[in-house]
């Protein structure tokens, strides 16, 4: 198994959709992730390198609560809910193995987040469970994959006198 | 599981330091965060006890272009080491793509290294995965404590399977061996994923996907 692949229509489309539903809920950042924190699509008000993080941490947090879940005879808890005091955060599961990350400020209610996630769901599921059976070769069979340079390390150890 | 999104050229490949507690695997994390240029780290993400033990995980995303045409997005994380959290552990291992295992090299800690590689394997049943079908080295850390195990001992006790796996001798907190492992295991990775994709491409399709494109 060599993973999975989003084409650029796809990934074009699921930015649609999220950009449809982030000005109604006010999101700081809407993003779609695999279960395993990679990002596929997103819609953020200002480009935050940590976003990534973001998404690694919510995965790994809602995987917790799938085993919690779990633990009290449920498959899975369909959507969690994170309240802060001025943001929250709002993961919702999409086709058992995506998630949906919603950062709302707390003027945002929960049931708005939820009734514009209702919304575009459904095609959400369609393009994600597209994307989830095909590989690289499967949408872009003619690409030629090649290491930049064979012999060359991927990082450089720098000098040591460089080192904090 | 490696993830392509071919609009934005990228490549994301999740690799996972695996090992009994306080052998060093977030020391290796922290190494390279310390001294990676900006360009190349995001920020990296410790979720510890107040005993600075890891309880969940932790996360050092890196970046680099060796894939011609992509950017390649390494994901690292840290399992933690002790016994009860083996349920986190396994949510740490889905859809790894490469393994280094880090072994402390005290004598005091053979039994810590053999049952951890142990549990990695179980743990790795779980998603009917296996160490022969996912790249991994072996790190043989805290070389630089005296009388620690011979590395020809630490071999014979942990790279016993049919395909022997690349071992380093490191001294993480040092930063030791810790760039040559992390080289090694990416290239594994890369070299692994190129692998699949040429054999993909280079086998008939069955059942070709439709290739109609998602309406706007």
Same mark, same amino acid.
């Given at each position: 198994?060599?993973?999975?692949?989003? =084409?650029? %229509?796809? !990934?074009?489309?699921?930015? =649609?959709?999220?950009?449809?539903?982030?000005?109604?809920?006010? +999101?700081?950042?809407?993003?779609?992730?695999?279960?395993?924190?990679?990002?596929?699509?997103?819609?953020?008000?200002?480009? %935050?390198? #940590?976003?990534?993080?973001?998404?690694?941490?919510?995965?790994?947090?809602?995987?917790?609560?799938?085993?919690?879940? =779990?633990?009290?005879?449920?498959?899975?808890?369909?959507?969690?809910?994170?309240? !802060?005091?001025?943001? #929250?955060?709002?993961?919702?599961?999409?086709?058992?193995?995506?998630?949906?990350?919603?950062?709302?400020?707390?003027?945002?209610?929960?049931?708005?987040?939820?009734?514009?996630?209702?919304?575009?769901?459904?095609?959400?599921?369609?393009?994600?469970?597209?994307?989830? !059976?095909?590989?690289?070769?499967?949408?872009?069979?003619?690409?030629?994959?090649?290491?930049?340079?064979?012999?060359?390390?991927?990082?450089?150890?720098?000098?040591?006198?460089?080192?904090? | 599981?490696?993830?392509?999104?071919?609009?934005?050229?990228?490549?994301? &490949?999740?690799?996972?330091?695996?090992?009994?507690?306080?052998?060093?695997?977030?020391?290796?994390?922290?190494?390279?965060? /310390?001294?990676?240029?900006?360009?190349?780290?995001?920020?990296?993400?410790?979720?510890?006890?107040?005993? %600075?033990?890891?309880?969940?995980?932790?996360?050092?995303?890196?970046? /680099?272009? +060796?894939?011609?045409?992509?950017?390649?997005?390494?994901?690292?994380?840290?399992?933690?080491?002790?016994?009860?959290?083996?349920?986190?552990?396994?949510?740490?291992?889905?859809? @790894? %793509?490469?393994?280094?295992?880090?072994?402390? #090299?005290?004598?005091?800690?053979?039994?810590?290294?053999?049952?951890?590689?142990?549990?990695?394997?179980?743990?790795?049943?779980?998603?009917?995965?296996?160490?022969?079908?996912?790249?991994?080295?072996?790190?043989?850390?805290?070389?630089?404590?005296?009388?620690?195990?011979?590395?020809?001992?630490?071999?014979? @006790?942990?790279?016993?399977?049919?395909?022997?796996?690349?071992? &380093?001798?490191?001294?993480? =907190?040092?930063?030791?061996?810790?760039?040559?492992?992390?080289?090694?295991?990416?290239?594994?990775?890369?070299?692994?994923?190129?692998?699949?994709?040429?054999?993909?491409?280079?086998?008939?399709?069955?059942?070709?996907?439709?290739?109609?494109?998602?309406?706007?």
């Amino acid at each position: 198994m060599n993973g999975y692949a989003l =084409r650029d %229509d796809q !990934g074009r489309a699921l930015n =649609r959709l999220l950009n449809r539903i982030a000005g109604q809920m006010e +999101a700081e950042a809407l993003l779609i992730s695999d279960i395993g924190g990679n990002i596929l699509a997103q819609e953020i008000r200002k480009e %935050d390198e #940590s976003i990534q993080t973001i998404a690694a941490l919510a995965a790994g947090s809602f995987a917790a609560t799938r085993e919690l879940a =779990r633990m009290i005879g449920e498959p899975e808890f369909l959507s969690v809910f994170h309240r !802060g005091r001025e943001q #929250s955060i709002f993961m919702q599961s999409l086709a058992s193995q995506f998630l949906v990350v919603a950062i709302v400020q707390k003027t945002t209610a929960q049931g708005l987040v939820k009734l514009c996630l209702e919304k575009i769901a459904p095609e959400l599921e369609v393009i994600l469970t597209a994307t989830a !059976g095909q590989s690289l070769a499967d949408i872009a069979a003619d690409t030629k994959l090649e290491l930049a340079d064979d012999d060359d390390d991927l990082f450089d150890e720098p000098d040591p006198d460089a080192q904090e | 599981m490696s993830f392509v999104n071919l609009g934005k050229r990228e490549i994301n &490949f999740k690799i996972v330091y695996y090992g009994p507690p306080l052998s060093g695997k977030t020391t290796n994390l922290e190494f390279l965060h /310390s001294v990676m240029p900006d360009d190349v780290k995001g920020k990296m993400t410790m979720l510890s006890t107040q005993q %600075d033990r890891t309880l969940y995980f932790d996360f050092l995303p890196l970046k /680099s272009s +060796a894939i011609k045409g992509f950017i390649s997005r390494f994901q690292l994380y840290t399992v933690p080491g002790q016994p009860i959290y083996n349920q986190t552990r396994r949510i740490v291992l889905t859809g @790894v %793509d490469g393994l280094v295992f880090v072994a402390d #090299s005290q004598w005091g800690e053979m039994e810590n290294n053999v049952a951890s590689f142990e549990n990695l394997q179980e743990n790795l049943k779980t998603f009917k995965r296996s160490l022969d079908e996912i790249p991994h080295i072996i790190q043989f850390n805290k070389r630089d404590i005296p009388g620690v195990a011979p590395v020809e001992y630490m071999d014979f @006790v942990l790279n016993q399977r049919a395909v022997k796996a690349l071992s &380093f001798e490191t001294v993480a =907190r040092e930063g030791t061996g810790v760039y040559e492992s992390l080289n090694m295991i990416c290239k594994m990775v890369m070299s692994q994923f190129i692998k699949d994709h040429k054999m993909a491409t280079e086998r008939p399709a069955a059942n070709p996907p439709p290739a109609k494109e998602t309406p706007s």
